[in-house]
């Protein structure tokens, strides 16, 4: 089944009280009403360097040495999941969220990207997931905004700054927001 939750970014409200979920931006990968939902956080980097993963994996990284792989969320933190543009998803075995955006959790996109470092991509350690109904019920609460999913947030935004661009990508100004739990 289709779902307007996927492709899609969630804002996390203040509401919120789990730190690794604070002021998250999740792209939104996957939702149906049997499996739940799957997305990973945009928003969040790690100290692990790209190098260091290219290297376990017995791939030959040509990036920059202090290229850091990003957070993806709490759940399987030792899954690796590619974001790419459309020139990286080229004869890759990938989803396409949107025009220019695609994933994929092969072995060959993390390679394409550690050959060819300067490719429209992120590469991301774990992700989040809800289990059935879960998301919807928080979203029912006011813990998240769902944005319409934009490849230049998530590609081109600086980390610190995403939060507040998918906030205003609505017209919001972060700083007029209440915090308030919705009616359950």
Same mark, same amino acid.
């Given at each position: 089944?289709?779902?307007?939750?996927?492709?899609?970014?969630?804002?996390?409200?203040?509401?919120?009280?789990?730190?690794?979920?604070?002021?998250?931006?999740?792209?939104?990968?996957?939702?149906?009403?049997?499996?739940?939902?799957?997305?990973?956080?945009?928003?969040?980097?790690?100290?692990?360097?790209? /190098? @260091?993963?290219?290297?376990?994996?017995?791939?030959?990284? !040509?990036?920059?040495?202090?290229?850091?792989?990003?957070?993806?969320?709490?759940?399987?933190?030792?899954?690796?999941?590619?974001?790419?543009?459309? *020139?990286?998803? @080229?004869?890759?075995?990938?989803?396409?969220?949107?025009?220019?955006?695609?994933?994929? !959790?092969?072995?060959?996109?993390?390679? !394409?990207?550690?050959?060819?470092?300067?490719?429209?991509?992120?590469?991301?350690?774990?992700?989040?997931?809800?289990?059935?109904?879960?998301? /919807?019920?928080?979203?029912? /609460?006011?813990?998240?905004?769902?944005?319409?999913?934009?490849?230049?947030?998530?590609?081109?935004?600086?980390?610190?700054?995403?939060? *507040? @661009?998918?906030?205003?990508?609505?017209?919001?100004?972060?700083? &007029?927001?209440? &915090?308030? !739990?919705?009616?359950?």
């Amino acid at each position: 089944m289709a779902s307007q939750l996927a492709p899609a970014l969630l804002v996390a409200m203040d509401v919120i009280a789990e730190p690794n979920f604070r002021r998250a931006v999740v792209l939104m990968l996957r939702h149906d009403e049997e499996d739940g939902a799957l997305g990973l956080i945009v928003n969040r980097s790690t100290d692990y360097g790209m /190098e @260091q993963l290219c290297a376990n994996l017995e791939l030959a990284w !040509r990036g920059d040495d202090d290229t850091c792989v990003d957070w993806g969320g709490p759940v399987g933190e030792d899954t690796g999941w590619v974001l790419l543009g459309d *020139e990286g998803a @080229q004869g890759i075995d990938s989803v396409e969220l949107l025009p220019g955006l695609h994933w994929s !959790r092969s072995k060959e996109a993390l390679r !394409r990207i550690a050959e060819a470092p300067s490719l429209r991509s992120r590469v991301f350690l774990g992700y989040a997931g809800w289990g059935p109904g879960q998301l /919807e019920r928080e979203i029912a /609460e006011g813990s998240w905004l769902v944005v319409p999913a934009d490849k230049r947030l998530v590609f081109d935004a600086p980390l610190e700054n995403l939060w *507040e @661009q998918a906030l205003r990508s609505l017209g919001i100004n972060p700083g &007029t927001l209440v &915090t308030t !739990r919705g009616v359950n």
